[in-house]
C-alpha cells in the first residue's frame, strides 16, 4: 500500500526557511518521479516542483518559474523521504504542501487529490 507523510510546515516570517520531508512507503524513490503540489488558502492546487532520481543516484529536478533558486527538492532514497528546502520565503507561499508520486507537471491539478494530509506553511510578519 502506498502511503506518503509530510511533515516540517510552520510559521515563519518572510525571508525565513523551513525544510518539508515527505516520507513514503509501499514503493521505491529510485527510479520514481516525485512531485511537491501546494493550495493556497481560497486556491486550487498548483505544482511546485518534480524529482526523477535516477538507480545511480542522479536527480534531475523541476521547478515552478516563482520558486526557481529558492527551493531546493531532493531525495534520499534509503530513507525513503523526500524534501524540500524552501529559502527566502514569502508570503505567497503560504499554503498546503503535498507530495505525490508521479510527474504532475502536466497534470490538471483541479481533478488531482493528495494522498497525504499535507503540512501547513504559513509566510508572515
Known amino acids: 500500500e502506498v502511503e506518503l507523510v509530510e511533515s516540517g510546515g510552520g510559521s515563519v516570517q518572510p525571508g525565513g526557511s523551513l525544510r518539508l520531508s515527505c516520507v513514503v512507503s509501499?514503493?521505491?524513490?529510485?527510479?520514481?518521479?516525485m512531485t511537491w503540489v501546494r493550495r493556497p488558502p481560497g486556491k486550487e492546487l498548483e505544482w511546485v516542483s518534480t524529482i526523477y532520481t535516477y538507480t545511480n543516484g542522479i536527480m534531475v529536478t523541476y521547478y515552478k518559474d516563482s520558486v526557481k533558486d529558492r527551493f531546493d527538492i531532493s531525495t534520499e532514497v534509503a530513507d525513503n523521504t523526500i524534501y524540500l528546502e524552501m529559502n527566502s520565503l514569502k508570503s505567497e507561499d503560504t499554503a498546503v504542501y503535498y507530495c505525490?508520486?508521479?510527474?504532475?507537471?502536466?497534470?490538471?491539478?483541479?481533478?488531482?487529490?493528495?494522498w497525504g494530509r499535507g503540512t501547513w506553511v504559513t509566510v508572515s510578519s
Open positions: 509501499g514503493f521505491t524513490l529510485s527510479s520514481a518521479h
Open positions: 505525490a508520486k508521479g510527474d504532475l507537471r502536466f497534470v490538471d491539478l483541479t481533478v488531482f487529490q493528495p
